[in-house]
């Protein structure tokens, strides 16, 4: 009986049994391996090539609607999928190198390179994604950590508009429909430079309250947002108001929300829609699960195999307005 010999970067045990040729394999796949992801309808593959070593691995299973991105502010809870039929991991060693997207995700994988060894999930066990953020900004201008008002080092306390996104992922923080990006801009197009704090920036009216965190700039009674008088004058394709106090302005091309003079109001309880950046992380675990050789002679059981992770960044991602009190992720 010969044995069968693997070597793993992370941490894992494994069983391999049976008679059969003797397998020299590197199996180079962690937690860090970055891993691709092709869909069509309900099927999705996560699959991975090493260039190096010409292995490949994948990850064929049905979820509708799956693509590593979430709603909200904070992740949900890991996706529990079933090791069966329908979702199977495969592990190969090619003769040659690949293309990872090209082998796997076409209807009919390339006929070059060949498979030399196949091994494939049994049923029984089960794959764990666990979903993360990798990073996210509002791009607004005014650095997060200027955006931790009080200062305690969570920043998903810090909601001055109280609209449910907290300041550092809102792109108007105090919800007037003019963008903090516009607010931070003196009137000579310049911000400042590194400012020490969130309080160093443009404050038309002068009573301690930056813009981009005061609702009423010029401090004439009128909150900004009541200033935009011709919103409803021309509609957007979807019928909606264009929202945008800037146009609202007098003879001399004065905003009326920088114009302590004009105090005519418009009532509009509308909000621009806050659109945002984040890549999104998976993370793909594997728990309990047993490869078979394709002759059927030798098995691989793994009690857990951190297969790889997965990234996606979104763009123009609306996160949606709740005006409940943001609560930090776990």
Excluded: W
């Excluded at 607010?183 to 911000?191: H, K, R, V, Y």
């Amino acid at each position: 009986m010969h044995k069968l010999i693997l070597l793993f970067v992370f941490s894992l045990f494994l069983i391999a049994c049976n008679d059969g040729d003797e397998v020299i394999s590197d199996f180079d796949f962690d937690q860090d391996t970055s891993l691709n992801l092709c869909s069509s309808g309900s099927e999705n593959v996560l699959h991975f090539i090493n260039p190096e070593t010409n292995e490949a691995i994948s990850f064929r299973f049905q979820q509708a609607g799956f693509d590593g991105r979430f709603e909200g502010l904070c992740p949900p809870d890991p996706i529990e999928i079933n090791i069966n039929n329908n979702n199977e991991i495969v592990y190969r060693r090619l003769s040659g190198s690949a293309n990872s997207a090209e082998y796997f995700c076409q209807q009919v994988p390339p006929s070059n390179p060949t498979v030399i060894e196949e091994f494939r999930s049994t049923s029984g066990g089960r794959a764990l994604l666990f979903f993360g953020i990798q990073s996210q900004d509002d791009n607004d201008g005014v650095p997060a950590q200027l955006e931790d008002l009080n200062g305690n080092g969570d920043l998903f306390d810090d909601d001055t508009d109280g609209d449910g996104i907290p300041n550092f992922l809102d792109t108007d923080d105090d919800n007037d429909n003019v963008p903090t990006s516009v607010e931070i801009i003196d009137e000579f197009g310049n911000t400042p430079n590194n400012p020490e704090n969130a309080f160093d920036f443009v404050d038309f009216d002068g009573d301690g309250i930056p813009n981009y965190l005061d609702e009423d700039d010029d401090g004439d009674g009128i909150i900004s947002r009541y200033e935009d008088l011709n919103a409803f004058d021309e509609l957007d394709d979807e019928g909606n108001p264009i929202l945008n106090p800037q146009t609202a302005v007098n003879d001399q091309g004065i905003p009326h929300y920088l114009n302590p003079e004009m105090t005519e109001e418009l009532v509009i309880d509308l909000y621009r829609p806050n659109v945002i950046t984040r890549t999104f992380r998976v993370q793909v675990v594997i728990e309990d699960v047993s490869l078979e050789r394709a002759d059927g002679e030798q098995t691989i059981t793994f009690s857990t195999l951190q297969l790889g992770n997965y990234q996606i960044t979104s763009n123009n991602e609306v996160l949606p307005m709740t005006f409940e009190p943001s609560q930090p992720c776990d």
